[in-house]
């Protein structure tokens, strides 16, 4: 039973163009949500993060839009760059645990 | 470079020996985690550790599955004796008490013949 859900396993977008990826959970628990982007033979790496108290944060180039009520969350990346390509994780946690729950990934491709 | 140290990169072995995985925090991490990630899946938690103590090993399986951090610092996680369905990326992540993000190391990836 997958609580965090990314339903796209891939996207593929032209460099400078805009990439959203999508994220949906089912866990109406979940108060903090975060964004990991992964390069073959890394870890994850943080990227961007958001509370339930907001709907909306941005840093640089990357935003993250949160729907309360639809469950469902976005990152954009604006503009994208080749180097932006890489898996992105979308992961959730509740009421200060600190257990993060991931889905399966989306690899994001940006051609030149 | 990743901050969290872990060792080895790549491991293979047989089906029915032993394995472990080395762990190196941030330096000052509180919190440390054991992930393993199936190919096409995100990264489960198998264990979390605050200092010395384990916090939540829910998902280990602890029949063939362990883990320590005895000083507070380092980790290891054994497994013994490791099947086929083990083949995996495990990773190690830790994070400053009751804080996010968690930061991830490179992670070994593992191979059972």
């Known amino acids: 039973d997958q609580q965090v859900k990314q339903n796209s396993p891939s996207l593929s977008v032209q460099e400078g163009r805009i990439s959203i990826l999508n994220c949906d959970y089912t866990n109406s628990m979940f108060d903090y949500f975060l964004w990991y982007k992964k390069y073959p033979a890394e870890g994850p790496t943080f990227l961007i993060s958001i509370s339930s108290i907001k709907d909306k944060n941005e840093d640089g180039r990357f935003t993250v839009f949160l729907n309360k009520s639809a469950k469902h969350l976005s990152l954009h990346i604006v503009p994208s760059q080749p180097g932006d390509s890489a898996v992105y994780f979308c992961?959730?946690?509740?009421?200060?645990?600190?257990?993060?729950?991931f889905g399966k990934g989306t690899k994001l491709t940006v051609n030149p | 470079e990743a901050e969290v140290a872990q060792s080895p990169r790549y491991k293979i072995t047989e089906k029915s020996q032993a394995v472990a995985f080395w762990c190196d925090p941030i330096s000052g991490h509180a919190t440390l985690y054991w992930y393993r990630q199936i190919l096409g899946q995100g990264p489960e938690l198998l264990v979390q550790f605050q200092d010395e103590s384990v916090v939540d090993d829910s998902q280990l399986p602890k029949d063939r599955f362990s883990a320590e951090r005895l000083k507070g610092v380092d980790s290891t996680l054994k497994i013994q004796p490791a099947e086929l369905g083990d083949s995996a990326m495990y990773l190690c992540a830790s994070s400053l008490q009751g804080d996010q993000p968690q930061h991830f190391g490179d992670g070994t990836r593992l191979s059972i013949l």
């Open positions: 992961a959730a946690t509740q009421g200060g645990s600190e257990k993060l729950v």
